[in-house]
């Protein structure tokens, strides 16, 4: 990279003291000047033009060009497309029965993801962050008694303070919004993990139904989205979405009958008012050749189980219809969604008896498919694992020792999608055949006009592939048709406070890396 600012005047290679210009003088250069001006711009002429420099004694490393104002403005570009990997993240938290020592864990190490997006290569991820319960409540029934109002929390993010906080930190935001926002001036004081911490120690009295799917679609539901949520999804951001939960989701219809708790023995049509609903109607696991419920019995280690998709009177939502709510919300676009789950394996599938005390009958109960080091267990998630994988994303054991190695990965992750750089690909082609455009990309300075400061990063067909150095890539997933990704490869960070930038317009303004005397 070469350093380039936008104040006024020329720093001389050749030795010779440095000379400001006015507006509209002309002087005459040294012959190095001239011919490094005549092969800049065509091939390998940045690689020509800095040996030539280097060559008149120039201090290479801090090489600062500073073009003569051309009548084109007073610094920074219009024409300079700068990038942000804008992200919204959505951490959806269970907050029902044996959850609250796996909150404590996960919130205690959620730096391990937070300082992968604020270390990305070219800088800070721009964040909103949204937490939310699992609770929507269990279909048509108002069973507060249970825990489980009718629709729960309506999949609002959530803003007040637990565990150890005393004051929200999120009443005072003049949006009135409940999520945390990173850029621009966070709207909220400490650090972030510890204000996520504040909001999301949930403990593990919500209702026993867990339906993080449905609090996820709810909460990003479009026209109807919550007052809470509402600014919190950007068009061009990555949608993030991570889940904490230690059971399979049981997303339920609004009219749904699955939480009937009149129904409370064996012989009855549910069986007992028990989750193990969600299993017996949310499943389908090969038995005897063919996929059918689960038996309402013991069981050892079923195999294939999967979403019951089937059923035309599905008491669960269909795992597919979660997915699709959230791929219309990206136009369909695979690359702008990020789906990951922190929960039960979903093997070893086996179902226990139990018989409770005082209780007239035994009933089915799933039975553990992990158990961590510290007594914490989790049921089969297959439904989140088949959501997660549909959207592209990875499950990780919530029975794991540590979820720092799951929430680098979530992290990277994200860094590596949201980074993504698309641009329009048709610019100007060089004219020697690298198939590449011809255009300038930049480490800009943050605090000044894009294109006015910043560091220079050439193609990397100009420096033989070494690094630091930029290609442009044909990218249609991520981008789009006829759209170009631009990839940076680095040995290190970017520069501290700078941002990515290119510009593919021709080199007629005094802007950066454009040479006019």
């Given at each position: 990279m070469t350093e380039f600012s936008n104040e006024r005047g020329l720093h001389n290679c050749g030795g010779r003291d440095r000379r400001d210009l006015v507006p509209g003088e002309r002087r005459k250069e040294p012959e190095m000047f001239n011919q490094a001006k005549r092969v800049m711009w065509?091939?390998?002429?940045?690689?020509a033009w800095l040996a030539i420099?280097?060559?008149?004694g120039a201090a290479c490393n801090q090489l600062r060009l500073s073009p003569v104002n051309d009548g084109g403005g007073?610094?920074?570009?219009?024409?300079?497309?700068?990038?942000?990997?804008?992200?919204?993240?959505?951490?959806?938290?269970?907050?029902?029965?044996?959850?609250?020592?796996?909150?404590?864990?996960?919130?205690?190490?959620?730096?391990?993801?937070?300082?992968?997006?604020?270390?990305?290569?070219?800088?800070?991820?721009?964040?909103?962050?949204?937490?939310?319960?699992?609770d929507t409540g269990v279909g048509k029934f108002e069973l507060t008694q249970y825990g489980c109002p009718y629709g729960g929390n309506f999949g609002w993010f959530q803003s007040a303070p637990r565990a150890m906080c005393t004051a929200s930190p999120l009443s005072n935001l003049s949006t009135g919004n409940g999520y945390f926002e990173t850029a621009g001036g966070a709207n909220y004081s400490d650090s972030l993990a510890n204000q996520i911490a504040c909001v999301g120690a949930m403990g593990d009295t919500g209702c026993g139904f867990s339906s993080p799917l449905k609090s996820i679609r709810t909460a990003l539901a479009l026209p109807r989205t919550p007052a809470a949520n509402q600014g919190f999804l950007r068009p061009q951001a990555l949608l993030a979405v991570v889940v904490l939960s230690n059971k399979d989701d049981c997303s339920v219809y609004d009219d749904s009958g699955l939480g009937d708790p009149t129904q409370t023995r064996m012989s009855d049509p549910l069986g007992p008012f028990t989750r193990f609903?969600?299993?017996?109607?949310?499943?389908?696991?090969?038995?005897?050749?063919?996929?059918?419920?689960?038996?309402?019995?013991?069981?050892?280690?079923?195999?294939g189980c999967v979403s019951n998709e089937t059923s035309a009177d599905l008491n669960l939502t269909k795992v597919a219809d979660e997915v699709s709510a959230l791929q219309l919300l990206k136009n369909n676009n695979p690359a702008r969604i990020l789906a990951?789950?922190?929960?039960?394996?979903?093997?070893?599938?086996?179902i226990d008896m139990v018989q409770e005390a005082g209780a007239p009958e035994a009933h089915p109960q799933m039975h553990p498919s992990c158990q961590s080091a510290t007594g914490e267990s989790a049921e089969p998630a297959v439904r989140m694992q088949q959501w997660a994988?549909?959207?592209?994303?990875?499950?990780?054991?919530?029975?794991?020792?540590?979820?720092?190695?799951?929430?680098?990965s979530i992290g990277q992750a994200i860094v590596d999608r949201a980074s993504a750089m698309c641009f329009d690909g048709s610019s100007s082609p060089r004219n020697d055949g690298t198939n590449q455009p011809g255009c300038r990309v930049a480490d800009l300075s943050v605090g000044l006009p894009a294109g006015q400061s910043g560091s220079l990063i050439f193609n990397c067909a100009d420096t033989g592939g070494a690094s630091p150095c930029w290609t442009a890539v044909d990218?249609?997933?991520?981008?789009?048709?006829?759209?170009?990704?631009?990839?940076?490869?680095?040995?290190?960070?970017?520069?501290?406070?700078?941002?990515?930038?290119?510009?593919?317009?021709?080199?007629?303004?005094?802007?950066?890396?454009?040479?006019f005397v």
């Open positions: 065509t091939g390998a002429g940045w690689c420099l280097c060559a008149g007073t610094g920074g570009s219009t024409t300079w497309q700068t990038f942000s990997a804008e992200t919204d993240l959505v951490l959806a938290i269970d907050d029902a029965e044996g959850m609250s020592s796996l909150q404590t864990k996960m919130l205690s190490q959620l730096p391990a993801l937070l300082d992968v997006l604020q270390g990305a290569p070219n800088g800070p991820v721009d964040l909103h962050v949204g937490v939310l319960t699992s609903r969600c299993n017996e109607f949310g499943h389908l696991c090969q038995i005897n050749g063919a996929l059918t419920h689960p038996p309402r019995g013991a069981a050892s280690d079923l195999q990951a789950a922190i929960t039960g394996p979903t093997a070893p599938y086996s994988s549909a959207l592209g994303g990875t499950t990780y054991s919530i029975c794991a020792d540590s979820f720092v190695p799951a929430l680098q990218d249609p997933v991520r981008c789009g048709s006829g759209v170009k990704s631009l990839v940076i490869r680095r040995v290190s960070p970017a520069p501290a406070s700078s941002y990515v930038g290119i510009n593919c317009a021709p080199c007629t303004q005094s802007d950066l890396g454009c040479l």
